[in-house]
């Protein structure tokens, strides 16, 4: 069976006195290794659970700190993409004031060949302006949601807009070089869905600087989408067959006139009425696209595509303008929640920082109250040595 050892009064005060000092100097070094001066509940846990809310609303807000940083970006990445294209078009906008000094048909289809490549351009850079997925300027129906809190109200919806060069964007026709023979033909946007037999009708807008004389059997090309489409002029419109279907018959149209033609459901009707433009029973339009034909001398129609092209440059400035503004909003609210994250830090860090300048002076002062408790913890037993002596 244990025994146990009788202490003084004197010793035992002596001790428990140096205990308190040993775990006020392990409190102490704790609080000058952490920084905490409230590390846990058991130290505070009014302070300690007020600090824990503050510092979940910050971890909350930094969340959506990174949000709002993203979506500067996914924005940035469509305004410049914006820039790009205004720079096309302030090219394309140059290549067609180069076409009305042109005198030649080469000197036409070379300004014409490199239009369309730069207008191709317009699309790729649309195409490619994708930032981590999603892209807002190919196109509308998409939208950039960012989040500012946790609040369902506290949200920016930006919509997507569209650049490309298609009817839904920017309008920028290509060109088509017209070198002479049957009549130039100004095709214009046509929405993507399916042609019916019967039920559908292109309209096309005669083209070119003075009136064209047109004679039977002559033939010339348009582009409709991706199809190309040979229409040969018939002598008469009863010559055609299909007197609701449309035709184009030897004689003069004049600048701006309009021919219309209908769709038919056989291959062997198109080839014996060659006046009728399409011959299916239902083809679907998978391309939106205009072609303006342009050759030496088109003034009119050259002065019609800068007017076109200073459209679209309005165009793209109204929608960098839109878009910039959504980037200043979120650069404010970047801002702010940068601020913010930054004062509940602090507000937590009041509520549980440990001074380091007290706590070092309070390690210091309980050194010292070690020391002089170990001396008076000897000087305590120094009774009991005296009764040693005796047996000396």
Do not use: C, W
Not at 6 to 32: C, K, M
Not at 57 to 71: L, P, V
């Amino acid at each position: 069976m244990a025994q146990n050892v009788t202490l003084t009064d004197s010793v035992r005060s002596n001790l428990l006195s140096l205990q308190q000092t040993a775990n006020l100097v392990n409190r102490t070094q704790s609080r000058l290794s952490t920084g905490l001066r409230v590390a846990g509940p058991i130290d505070d846990p009014v302070a300690y659970f007020q600090a824990k809310g503050l510092t979940d609303r910050a971890a909350d807000f930094t969340e959506k700190k990174d949000n709002i940083d993203q979506g500067i970006s996914s924005v940035t990445a469509a305004t410049d993409s914006i820039a790009a294209v205004e720079s096309l078009v302030q090219q394309l906008k140059g290549l067609a004031t180069n076409a009305k000094s042109a005198t030649t048909f080469t000197q036409i289809d070379n300004i014409i060949s490199q239009f369309n490549d730069l207008r191709t351009q317009i699309n790729n850079v649309a195409t490619d302006a994708s930032y981590q997925g999603l892209n807002l300027v190919n196109g509308t129906g998409s939208t950039l949601s960012v989040s500012f809190s946790n609040d369902t109200a506290s949200i920016l919806n930006v919509s997507s807009v569209d650049i490309r060069s298609d009817s839904t964007g920017l309008d920028v026709a290509k060109l088509s070089a017209y070198s002479g023979g049957g009549i130039p033909l100004n095709v214009a946007h046509i929405s993507a869905g399916t042609l019916t037999a019967g039920a559908s009708q292109i309209s096309l807008t005669v083209g070119g600087q003075t009136t064209s004389t047109v004679s039977a059997g002559d033939s010339f090309t348009f582009n409709y989408g991706t199809q190309t489409i040979t229409l040969s002029v018939v002598t008469s419109a009863t010559a055609a067959g299909v007197a609701d279907a449309g035709t184009i018959t030897a004689g003069t149209y004049s600048v701006g006139s309009t021919i219309t033609f209908g769709v038919i459901s056989s291959t062997a009707d198109a080839t014996a009425k060659g006046n009728i433009v399409i011959a299916a029973t239902s083809t679907t339009v998978t391309e939106t696209q205009a072609v303006k034909a342009v050759g030496v001398g088109f003034s009119t129609e050259l002065s019609s595509r800068i007017t076109n092209l200073d459209s679209a440059l309005t165009t793209l400035r109204s929608r960098a303008q839109t878009l910039g503004s959504n980037v200043a909003l979120l650069q404010t609210r970047l801002d702010f929640t940068k601020s913010y994250v930054n004062t509940l830090t602090s507000g937590a860090g009041k509520l549980t920082l440990s001074d380091l300048n007290q706590e070092g002076a309070n390690l210091l002062a309980l050194q010292t109250r070690q020391q002089l408790g170990i001396q008076s913890l000897s000087f305590a037993g120094q009774s009991e040595q005296a009764i040693l002596g005796l047996f000396r």
